[in-house]
Each structure stands twice: as C-alpha cells, then as structure tokens.
C-alpha cells in the first residue's frame, strides 16, 4: 500500500452534517485548510485495511509529524478536529525543546474535545455516526471501570448541560494523569496514580482513551518521560484559569 499526501478539500468529510451547529468545527477545519495540512492515503484512490491504518498512527504516532494515515479518500468529521488539534499544538510548541508535557498537552486537547462534541451533539444531532460509536464505547469503557450505568447517563446529562467544562476538566485529567504516569517505573507506582485520580468525575472514561500508547511513545522518545517544559507549564495554567479554555485556544492558537 503506497502513500501519498492529499490536502482536506480532496477528501470527502463523513458526518460532516451532524456538526453544522457546532461552529469551532468550522475553525478547525478551517485552520487545516489555511495551513495546507496533508494527509497521507493510499495512492490511486485505493481504500487500505483499517487494521493497518490504525497500526501506523498509532505506532508512528507524533505531534511533530505532519500526515495522519487514513484509509482511503475519506475522513470522519471528528476525526478532522482531532487532527487540527494535534496540527495547532504542533505550531504552538514548535519553538519548545520536545518533551513529555508537550505529547500529553496536544493529545489530552484532541481528545477531551471529542467530549465536548458528544455534550454539544447530543439533543441536536441523534443521527450522528460519531455519538453512534463513540458514546457506547465511552459507556462501556466506564461501566467495565465499576461505575454505574445510572451514573455514567446522569454523567453524560451534566456534558450536555455545559460542554465547555467538560473539555476542561477531562483534558486536565488526562494532562495530568498522563504526566504522573509517565514518571512511574513499575505496575504498584502505576496502580497508586489511577487510585489518585478515581475520584475525578471523568476518571471512569480513563481507559477509554490510549493512555498507554501515550506514555509508551513518551518513555521512547522523550529526553525525559515525566518533563514539562515552563512554556507547556504556561499554557496549561492558562487553560486551567480560563472562565472558557476552548476559547481561549480559539483566541490564541485558530484566530491567528
């Protein structure tokens, strides 16, 4: 399966019509166009196995590459946020020395947006193949945690009602979750980090992101696994003491 890069305007955005309300998709995108971002498929317009796709963003995964690999001339309208996420952080810290807080600040940005989008999706948009995935996975994901099935929807009903907070106390949990695991050397030190953030409201989502390929990928290539440069430091106090975070990163990192 050979490569080769495309730009977002020659890919077709599945679901793309779920999110016609939700106007920071529309930034993000966007910011792709703007930055001429290339993606990487397979060339002639071949679809390539999902198993391998996933296996090379996964296992190649970077916030200084440009070119996620998708499987064909398609892309899922979340996962075009996602990638413009990870693409703005990438410019953010694109003077800062590498270190570990600089993958977990970029992931932990993408992927609690994906809450917000369930927050702002739900109620508006029952058709969406994105809540159509990604809210069973999250609920398995919390109910194999030991959390209740009452609990996880009375969970959800509180994303709905404020979308903006949830952004900003998951990506917290994960930055700082992730952080903490990474400084860990052995399974107790880990078990002692989960046990310290059970009591998050998010924490039963926890295992639904790839909290391990992020810290694996950060003992591999960071100088430092459990470092946080003061310019990364910065930014997540700003967020942490925005009245709104996704506003914040709007100002700072889309309006530009």
């Known amino acids: 399966m050979a490569l080769e890069p495309c730009t977002l305007d020659e890919l077709e955005i599945d679901d793309e019509k779920s999110f016609r309300h939700v106007a920071l998709y529309e930034a993000l995108k966007g910011a792709l166009r703007r930055d001429g971002y290339r993606f990487l498929v397979p060339a002639g317009g071949e679809e390539g196995s999902w198993s391998r796709t996933l296996f090379l963003n996964l296992t190649y995964w970077s916030p200084r590459a ?25 410019k953010a810290l694109a003077a800062v020395p590498p270190c570990a807080g600089g993958l977990f600040l970029g992931e932990s940005i993408a992927s609690a947006f994906d ?14 193949t994105f ?44 930055f700082d979750a992730s952080l903490a695991l990474a400084a860990c050397t052995d399974p107790r030190e880990a078990d002692a980090v989960l046990e310290r953030f059970a009591s998050h409201r998010f924490a039963c989502f926890l295992q639904h992101f790839e909290l391990s390929t992020w ?22 106090a700003a967020l942490r003491s925005a009245p709104d975070a996704l506003a914040w990163l709007e100002r700072a990192w889309i309006a530009p």
């Open 66 to 90: 440009e070119g996620d690999v998708l499987a064909g001339p398609h892309i899922d309208a979340d996962v075009v946020a996602h990638v413009a996420w990870h693409h703005l952080a990438k």
């Open 215 to 236: 810290v694996l990928y950060a003992k591999a290539y960071a100088p430092q696994p459990a470092a946080c440069g003061e310019a990364v430091r910065a930014i997540d």
């Open 131 to 174: 809540l159509e995935t990604q809210v069973p996975a999250m609920v398995e994901a919390a109910v194999e945690s030991g959390a209740r099935e009452g609990a996880v929807q009375k969970l959800l009903d509180a994303v709905v009602k404020d979308p903006e907070r949830a952004f900003e106390d998951l990506r917290e949990l994960l």
């Open 115 to 128: 809450v917000y989008l369930v927050g702002r999706l739900l109620g508006h948009a029952p058709e969406s």
